[in-house]
T-cell receptor, first 113, second 113 residues
Framework: SQKIEQNSEALNIQEGKTATLTCNYT??????LQWYRQDPGRGPVFLLL?????KEKRKERLKVTFDTTLKQSLFHITASQPADSATYLC????????????FGAGTRLAVHP | DADVTQTPRNRITKTGKRIMLECSQT?????MYWYRQDPGLGLRLIYY???????NKGEISDGYSVSRQAQAKFSLSLESAIPNQTALYFC????????????FGQGTRLTVV
């Protein structure tokens, strides 16, 4: 069955360091991969989208990579700040037909001053 | 005003009661979704609709029903609530074409006692 795996353990890092979050998937051939941020008690908010034919995407301090051979996406936040503390979700979507976004369980990031 | 509005934000109901969660969006998008979020399980798709006449079951539709009253409105009903339906429920909307981001509501925290 299709499976999306994100590290269930929280990632704790020091302010100013680069945070790297991982999203692995199996039995899936996504055409698109998205990353969302979710704060406690709130809805997810879109951050970045990357297509299967793109290796890397950047937006300000954020960088996403997409390796369809490894079936993995990495999400990087450079120069992290305490305000980056949140849960980050990856979401996959296949191409064609009834496109649905399927989400991973998310990884909680805590950036300490 | 929020792009996606969910009502109520919090609800406590008794086992066996019928309850409706409402969602409206001002994005003008065709696609609307209902997700359920449980700790450690991430967002799971309950139902999705690509227009008023097109409603589809997601991965966990048992015990739920939906109604797409208009392009902007998509309601989720629990016909006979049970305690394991206690969760955080999110409505989302996306544009009708392409690899587009999802816009989420603030969520409804439902507790079934």
């Amino acid at each position: 069955s299709q499976k999306i795996e994100q590290n269930s353990e929280a990632l704790n890092i020091q302010e100013g360091k680069t945070a790297t979050l991982t999203c692995n998937y199996t039995n899936y051939s996504p055409a698109y991969l998205q990353w969302y941020r979710q704060d406690p008690g709130r809805g997810p908010v879109f951050l970045l989208l990357i297509r299967e034919n793109e290796k890397e995407k950047r937006k300000e301090r954020l960088k996403v990579t997409f390796d369809t051979t490894l079936k993995q996406s990495l999400f990087h936040i450079t120069a992290s700040q305490p305000a980056d503390s949140a849960t980050y979700l990856c979401a996959l979507e296949s191409s064609g037909g009834y496109n649905k976004l399927i989400f991973g369980a998310g990884t909680r990031l805590a950036v300490h001053p | 005003d929020a792009d996606v509005t969910q009502t109520p934000r919090n609800r406590i109901t008794k086992t066996g009661k019928r309850i409706m969660l409402e969602c409206s969006q001002t994005k003008g998008h065709d696609r609307m979704y209902w997700y359920r979020q449980d700790p450690g399980l991430g967002l799971r798709l309950i139902y999705y609709s690509f227009d008023v006449k097109d409603i589809n079951k997601g991965e966990i539709s048992d015990g739920y029903s939906v109604s797409r009253q208009a392009q902007a409105k998509f309601s989720l009903s629990l016909e006979s609530a049970i305690p394991n339906q206690t969760a955080l429920y999110f409505c989302a909307t996306r544009a009708g074409v392409g690899n587009t981001e999802a816009f989420f509501g603030q969520g409804t925290r439902l507790t079934v006692v």
